[in-house]
């Protein structure tokens, strides 16, 4: 219990006495651990979004004009077989007669051009279960009897998931940046707090004090700035998600760059927004107990 208070009085009286770097600590862990937390949230976004992507992702398949009742059998029996291990999650038949319609639906200018159903080849919608996997079906069916095409967005899926992995990953590097930047200045400002004692430090060395003694103070100290920021960081990720909610809003679901499509259906859920906060309360204390380890160290010679 002495010990208890011992430790509690000596770590308020040096967040006291190094009030301002004490101050600097807690915001730069706040700012920091914020932008983190909107990190995570644009990469759970990000990630939702590119799921839904892949989700969404279509391929057709024509059959030749003539295509017999047997060839068209035979593809549906192979999509079915797909389905059965998951690569296809659905697809649709269109026959002659929806064929027309579609083509009445696309090309309504065109009115009554002598174009009858049987002039316009059957076909086959198909959804993937991952967008990853267009090729593979596509080549499974290219130059498969009775088929006369299949087309595939590939370039434009392609080039889509390399822009949503491109922002990710540089939103991950920006995030490792800012949490070093937080070590180091937590690390100095629990240096400044040790050298400013380190008579002290030497007299309760000289009586026979351990180093987890004389460390746990400092500890304690680094882990406050750390937990405050991080309640900090907290409080303003709520400020956070309202702004991605409020960007996603106002374009419908899609975040560009430039001329770039980026993201489309971004989403942040309250789940997302809860596990954001504590992934960056926890980590915010993880950074003030580590830079509290480090900045010690140097001045117990251990």
Do not use: C
């Not at 392609?158 to 949503?164: A, D, G, L, Q, T």
Request: net charge positive; glycine share 8%.
């Amino acid at each position: 219990m002495h010990r208890a208070r011992y430790f509690v009085r000596e770590t308020l009286i040096s967040l006291r006495r190094n009030l301002m770097m004490t101050v600097s600590g807690i915001i730069t862990i706040a700012v920091t651990a914020t932008m983190i937390s909107g990190m995570l949230l644009f990469i759970w976004g990000n990630d939702r979004a590119a799921a839904r992507q892949r989700g969404d992702v279509q391929l057709e398949i024509f059959m030749v004009v003539n295509a017999t009742g047997t060839q068209v059998k035979n593809v549906q029996i192979d999509l079915d077989e797909m389905k059965a291990t998951h690569l296809v999650k659905s697809y649709q038949f269109l026959d002659h007669e929806a064929a027309l319609r579609e083509y009445h639906r696309l090309f309504p200018k065109n009115g009554d051009t002598g174009v009858q159903a049987k002039d316009l080849p059957e076909s086959f919608r198909v959804n993937p279960r991952d967008a990853k996997d267009l090729d593979q079906i596509a080549n499974h069916f290219d130059g498969f009897a009775g088929v006369q095409v299949v087309n595939t967005p590939a370039k434009f899926v392609r080039s889509y998931f390399k822009k949503v992995d491109q922002a990710r990953n540089f939103i991950i590097g920006g995030a490792i940046a800012l949490s070093v930047a937080a070590v180091f200045l937590v690390v100095t400002t629990v240096r400044l707090a040790t050298y400013a004692r380190r008579r002290e430090i030497e007299v309760m060395k000289l009586v026979g004090a351990s180093n987890l003694f004389v460390r746990v103070p400092f500890l304690a100290e680094g882990m406050v700035q750390g937990l405050i920021g991080g309640a900090l960081a907290w409080g303003l990720t709520w400020f956070t998600r309202d702004l991605l909610k409020s960007l996603a809003g106002s374009t419908k679901g899609s975040v560009t760059v430039g001329s770039y499509l980026v993201l489309n259906g971004f989403q942040n859920t309250n789940a997302d927004l809860r596990n954001a906060g504590l992934w960056v309360l926890l980590g915010a204390a993880v950074v003030g107990l580590v830079s509290a380890l480090v900045g010690v160290r140097r001045f117990l010679d251990v």
